[in-house]
């Protein structure tokens, strides 16, 4: 094992060095932040990332703001070229990206930082350094808390940065880039599948072309497309639909529709290190996800119980960031969960509706725009009445036999996305724990 000195950010090897980020930085550039002002979004504008855009060390180009071209002009310095690193400066602070030449030209809001990289570190290296543990202690102890979580450019240049020698560098960020390049192929793929999805329920619900028998007169995978094949369609409240379906309200085909706790049920105070976890906007972020959590006892759960969420059941945003909708899946990490204050809840009676059904519907923009017709934007966003709202959204119900072809072929994509979720979980879980220690040198895979 190397010998070791004491520094800073804790024991490094000898043989390694610590500089500040500013000595890695292009002389002509400079770090810098983004578009200060950027006005409303103007869709033949340049688009700008913000912090919401940079999620797990990758960029996430949904909900892109774009700014007119005479603003972004005034902002030419952060205007990017490719290759910079970004790291988030407000709120979520410390989110750390690789800018990939693919957003050349874009540029970045006040709240993300532009770090031009020169030739003498390696990128990706310098990546893993800043999202290291030893690097996010050093910017929460200086962090800007007044009003809001804020790091300043020269906190940012004077970050220390462990230096291996370059072969050892490039040696460590192949072994964790091997490692995040197949968590991205999984989390790509899971997108794949749920746009498959969405696609399949678009075709066969809203354009009402699922398959259909005509001899045998009812639904078949063999069958053909029902409206343009002259399937009969008949009048409802909601336009033409096919005969034989429905139109029902959400209350009519529910066990639950409920809240979140007041705030004054749910506070910081009750939070504990493990046990039932809390669903909040975060886990929200493009369906469901596992992570992040906060918890609560079983007991204070069970004080909680008209705000559990189960298997299966669908959980809504009525506050904050309106349009998220989650599906906890069949085969939870948890049995149970609390939705936060900031959630409600729709429990599908099963013997009525499919949930993958009822799930899809409010995923698609029909859906979507039936849950944000109430909404309010005067303050934080928020759904007027939400309960209530919910309740009263109608959607053409199809029939049984329909219902559960599609159920069947979207519980075989939604266990396929189940099984990639687990298996990226468990590389994640890999990384994480390879991760300090290659950036510490406890774990040495060259030099002495």
Known sequence: MSELQNTEVGLIPTDWSINSLDNFIQENRGICYGVVQ?????????PI??????????????????????????????????????????GNVGEIVIVDDKYKGWN????????????????????????????????????????????????????????????????ISSILSVLDRKIENL??????????AQTLFKHWFIDFEFPFDFAQGKPSTDGKPYKSSGGA?????????????????????????????FGSRITTDNFVDSGVPVVRGGNLVNGFNEGSFVYLTEEKADDLKSSNVFPEDIVFTHRGTLGQVGFIPTHSQY???????????LSVNKALASPRLIYRFFRSKLGLNAILANKNTTGVPSIGRPTT???????????????????????????????????????????????PKLMSGKLRVGGN
């Open 108 to 171: 970045v809001a006040r709240a993300v930082g532009v770090v031009p990289i020169n030739n003498a570190i390696d990128k990706e290296w310098l990546k893993y350094w800043l999202q290291s543990s030893q690097v996010k202690h050093h910017i929460k102890t200086h962090c800007n808390t007044t009003v809001q979580i804020t790091l300043n450019l020269k906190d940012v240049a004077q970050l220390p940065v462990l230096e291996p020698s370059i072969e050892e560098q490039k040696k």
């Open 38 to 46: 950027p006005g409303f979004h103007n869709e033949d504008g340049i």
């Open 389 to 435: 709202t919910l309740k009263s959204i109608q959607m053409a119900l199809p029939e049984v036999t329909l219902m559960r072809q599609f159920d069947t072929l979207i519980q075989a994509t939604d266990f396929k996305k189940e099984a990639n979720t687990k298996q990226i979980e468990t590389l994640t879980k890999t990384r994480d724990t390879l991760l």
């Open 187 to 196: 989390r790509k793929q899971n997108e794949t599948l749920e746009k498959i």
């Open 233 to 261: 369609m008949a009048p409802s409240e909601l336009g033409e639909i096919p005969a034989g379906w429905c139109v029902v309200r959400m209350e009519e085909i529910a066990n639950r529709i409920a809240m979140g706790p």
């Open 49 to 90: 990332i913000r912090v919401n855009n940079l999620r797990n060390g990758q960029i996430i180009p949904d909900d892109v703001l774009k700014v007119s071209p005479e603003i972004e002009a005034k902002y030419s310095r952060s205007r990017l070229q490719g290759n910079e690193i970004l790291i988030s400066l407000v």
């Open 335 to 345: 049995p149970r969960y609390v939705v936060s204050q900031s959630q409600m809840l």
